[in-house]
């Protein structure tokens, strides 16, 4: 046996069976959205699009979910999903537009202004953040920064103000977006950085010999050059910030509300689930066929989402073949 | 590429630079504006740098105040109190197994696929479809595909593979159901690493062997496949601590038993089929989110969870250094 597998392959054979192997991960892809979407179908079929939108109460919608047990009547089945929806926007958004503007600032400290002996550190510390496991920031969110925000930034006020609506114990909306910006923002420098070493040297000196200063020419020439490596940088982090579930799920608090942003500063610390967040919470039900239904609705938005995502991801990249870089 | 123009601001100078630098514009004489930008760029670099020591200290410090060697050695109690709930010998055992198969499922498949892609590749069209799989798969949320993994693996016929109950029912949830699953965590960075590597060999190589009258697979097989060794190396590393440091799938298919439970007779087969839980999963019940109220706990477990994920950064970045080109490598495929 092994002596056979020894022997030199014909060609012909070793690309029809690496070929074979390469596509059963096309085959895996496709079979993870067929058996999402076969989960989730109940909830399609009585929600339809309304699904998405908002209406009633969620946690009297799962309530009801969890309650039925196997043979669940129609009704049962009603969800209106918005403010998981909401809360999944909300958190991303507001992390990937602030990670944004640091992950910018901060490969360009790195590629352009940090002395070399300064840059050997900070590029294995985003390597770092990059790969501490969401359930440590999750940890130090719930057990440290939570606390801190309940105590003493949210002002007795503030918490009477919408006592009768929620309670603010820190946990929310300010906080998740926080520690989630923390978690997508190395992603981004990697690919920005990745981006900026790559543009040609001679197209900023240009710009400097022109009487340009230093500063102002990368900005100038060479982040202009890489906008699509920006945009595209963006998506990916999107991307991995609307599937973040275990640390969101740890630091949101866990009430199915929609953050009022009429509500002013107090806004930022109420309290949320996104779809992710809502799976992990939900998980344990999903032997009620509703409510497992209800949830791997919230799944297949979610891989529609990675799908549109990564699409986006590959279109914004492509002007970046013109300058011969890699993306 | 690096640094700037001489004028660049202090200590950004290469050593060849004249101390006196004339008139060039020095960020004293630039715009508010300017000096604002530059000012913030450097904030965020020396930012990010404060925020990653201050988690690694912090919890370095919370680590040395609860991590007891009895901790480690010790198998979890069911038990209402901190203190006689035990330790985490068990999920410790569950992150090392989860781990093996993880990457024992996720290695064949990556390479044979970047070899495909770099080396064959043909029919195009087939070829995109494999990297826009690939690329999916990277971006799923893992707790997605822990639901996959439960919704497949529920059918009758994974049984086998399967935690089942008394009365037959499959549950859907074992240490090897949980690992098929985080192989495709470690699936992207390795196909990665590997495809890279591939790509950036000089083509002269298979010239070479293709004039010695080697086939193609042979070349791959003893000259392409040892030169990107390193780089696989590399990807399996990301790979591998993408997978130590995942909590969804562990959460939603190991069973979260806080013991490892085996199911059946056979020695080894039992433990795969049996149930448990990793470090990740044993943090996130200790916490206030979880059920234990036990946070001493989870400061220690979550310790031990970061001393492995620094450990396997300074593998990337040894790895990264002996071969020079695949730094670039590892920290694109970090972004993954």
């Known amino acids: 046996m092994l002596e056979r597998f020894r022997k030199p392959w014909p060609d012909r054979r070793a690309e029809l069976t690496l070929g074979a192997v390469s596509l059963l991960i096309g085959v895996g892809v496709l079979a993870m959205i067929v058996f999402v979407a076969v989960r989730a179908w109940p909830i399609f079929q009585h929600n339809g699009l309304g699904w998405l939108g908002p209406g009633g109460s969620l946690e009297v919608q799962i309530g009801n979910m969890t309650a039925a047990g196997a043979n669940a009547p129609a009704a049962v089945f009603h969800l209106r999903a918005w403010p998981f929806i909401y809360g999944t926007l909300l958190t991303s958004t507001i992390a990937v537009v602030l990670g944004l503007i640091i992950a910018v600032l901060a490969s360009v400290f790195i590629v352009e202004l940090a002395p070399e002996r300064l840059r050997r550190v900070v590029i294995p510390v985003v390597r770092l953040l990059a790969s501490v496991p969401s359930v440590i920031y999750g940890l130090i969110g719930i057990l440290v920064i939570v606390p801190f925000v309940g105590n003493h930034i949210i002002t007795s006020g503030q918490k009477e103000s919408v006592e009768n609506v929620v309670q603010l114990t820190g946990a929310g909306v300010g906080v998740a977006s926080l520690i989630l910006t923390l978690m997508i923002t190395p992603i981004m420098i990697a690919l920005i950085c990745e981006a900026l070493t790559s543009v040609p040297p001679s197209w900023k000196e240009g710009a400097v010999a022109l009487g340009l200063n230093p500063l102002r020419a990368v900005r100038a020439v060479t982040l202009r050059a890489i906008r699509p490596a920006i945009v595209a940088a963006a998506v990916l982090a999107s991307a991995r910030a609307v599937g973040e579930a275990i640390m969101i799920q740890m630091v949101s608090g866990g009430k199915s509300f929609a953050p009022k942003p009429i509500d002013g500063l107090v806004f930022l610390f109420e309290p949320l689930r996104t779809l992710a967040s809502a799976i992990v919470d939900y998980h344990e039900g999903i032997g009620a066929p509703p409510l497992r239904a209800a949830v791997y609705s919230f799944a297949l938005l979610l891989l529609f989402s990675a799908f549109i995502l990564s699409i986006a991801g590959y279109l914004v990249k492509l002007p970046l073949r013109k300058y011969q870089t890699r993306g | ?336």
């Open chain 2, 1 to 336: 590429m690096s640094t700037l123009t001489p004028s660049a601001p202090p200590a950004g100078v290469p050593a060849a630079a004249p101390p006196g630098r004339g008139r060039r514009s020095s960020p004293g004489s630039w715009r508010w504006s300017d000096r604002a930008v530059l000012a913030a760029a450097w904030a965020a670099g020396i930012g990010l740098c404060v925020i990653a020591a201050a988690i690694v200290l912090y919890m370095g410090f919370r680590g040395i105040q609860y991590l007891r060697p009895g901790l480690i050695f010790s198998r979890p109690q069911v038990s209402a109190s901190q203190a006689g709930s035990g330790g985490f010998l068990d999920p410790l055992i569950g992150t090392a197994l989860l781990t093996v198969i993880g990457i024992a499922f996720a290695v064949p498949l990556a390479v044979a696929s970047a070899v495909w892609i770099a080396e064959y590749g043909r029919p195009t069209w087939l070829a995109r479809v494999v990297e826009s799989s690939i690329e999916i798969v990277a971006g799923t949320p893992d707790i997605v595909i822990a639901l996959f993994g439960l919704s497949i693996f529920q059918l009758g016929v994974f049984a086998p593979l399967s935690f089942t109950s008394e009365g037959g029912g499959v549950y859907g949830q074992s240490f090897v159901i949980a690992g098929i699953m985080m192989s495709l965590l470690a699936l992207p960075p390795v196909f990665a690493a590997t495809r890279d590597g591939m790509q950036s060999l000089p083509g002269h190589l298979r010239e070479a062997a293709f004039a010695l009258g080697k086939t193609r697979i042979t070349t791959i097989r003893r000259v392409l496949l040892p030169s990107v060794r390193s780089n696989i190396a590399t990807g399996v590393t990301l790979g591998m601590s993408r997978i130590i440091g995942d909590t969804a799938i562990v959460l939603l298919l190991a069973g979260g038993t806080p013991r490892v439970e085996t199911q059946g007779s056979l020695p080894v087969v039992n433990v795969l089929r049996g149930t448990g839980s990793a470090l990740t999963t044993y943090v996130y019940g200790n916490s206030p989110a979880g059920e234990g109220q036990a946070p001493e706990k989870a400061y220690a477990a979550a310790f031990v969870l970061l001393i492995f994920v620094l450990l396997l950064n300074l593998i990337v970045g040894r790895i990264g250094r002996t071969s020079a080109d695949s730094g670039a490598v590892a920290v694109a495929a970090a972004g993954v």
